[in-house]
């Protein structure tokens, strides 16, 4: 009899534990923690283009200080107006830099004789010259030098290349 309670008892202690076991149910995986964002940039970092005493405009494509070629018509030296804006901007720039120096290279296109083309391209430099000094730079900050039409940009004989070569180069040796 005593074996037969205690079978029973075991048999309800089974069914009892069977009752009560739970369902094993998986835990989602905990969630992957987010990527660190990468710091917007702020204002301060950005560099006005129109900021001329500002050295990193020089390398700025959005800003006039980037231009550093002036361009002339068929024998002349007289800058035109849609570039004085751009030698305004490097008379700027060299009042703000004290340090700062440039070399105006004179250049001509292939037409003339060696000695006009060098006498060309000194007075394409000197035009220049002459505007940033009007613009307040002291003339220790520039040099003038002509290459006359020994440097051309393009080597072909027609009125593109020619219109490319009639130029002055600002050439900063100091920034």
């Given at each position: 009899?005593?074996?037969?309670?205690?079978?029973?008892?075991?048999?309800m202690?089974a069914?009892?534990?069977?009752?009560?076991?739970?369902?094993?149910?998986?835990?989602?995986?905990?969630?992957?923690?987010?990527?660190?964002?990468?710091?917007?940039?702020?204002?301060?970092?950005?560099?006005?283009?129109r900021?001329?005493?500002?050295?990193?405009?020089?390398?700025?494509?959005?800003?006039?200080?980037?231009?550093?070629?002036?361009y002339?018509?068929?024998?002349?030296?007289?800058?035109?107006?849609?570039?004085?804006?751009?030698?305004?901007?490097?008379?700027?720039?060299?009042?703000?830099?004290?340090?700062?120096?440039?070399?105006?290279?004179?250049?001509?296109?292939?037409?003339?004789?060696?000695?006009?083309?060098?006498?060309?391209?000194?007075?394409?430099?000197?035009?220049v010259?002459?505007?940033?000094?009007?613009?307040?730079?002291?003339?220790g900050?520039?040099?003038?030098?002509?290459?006359?039409?020994?440097?051309?940009?393009?080597?072909?004989?027609?009125?593109?290349?020619?219109?490319?070569n009639?130029?002055?180069?600002?050439?900063y040796?100091?920034?």
């Amino acid at each position: 009899m005593k074996t037969a309670l205690r079978i029973t008892a075991l048999v309800m202690l089974a069914a009892i534990l069977a009752a009560c076991a739970r369902e094993v149910v998986e835990e989602p995986a905990p969630p992957e923690p987010p990527a660190p964002s990468e710091p917007t940039p702020t204002e301060t970092d950005r560099v006005d283009p129109r900021d001329f005493s500002d050295a990193r405009n020089l390398d700025n494509p959005d800003s006039l200080l980037s231009q550093r070629v002036i361009y002339f018509e068929f024998d002349r030296s007289n800058v035109r107006s849609e570039f004085r804006e751009i030698v305004e901007a490097h008379a700027e720039y060299l009042r703000s830099n004290s340090s700062a120096r440039v070399i105006l290279e004179g250049h001509t296109d292939e037409r003339g004789s060696r000695e006009y083309n060098l006498g060309l391209g000194e007075r394409r430099g000197n035009a220049v010259d002459e505007l940033l000094r009007a613009g307040g730079v002291p003339s220790g900050q520039i040099e003038v030098v002509s290459y006359g039409e020994e440097r051309p940009v393009c080597r072909e004989s027609n009125e593109d290349c020619w219109q490319r070569n009639r130029r002055t180069e600002i050439v900063y040796t100091a920034r």
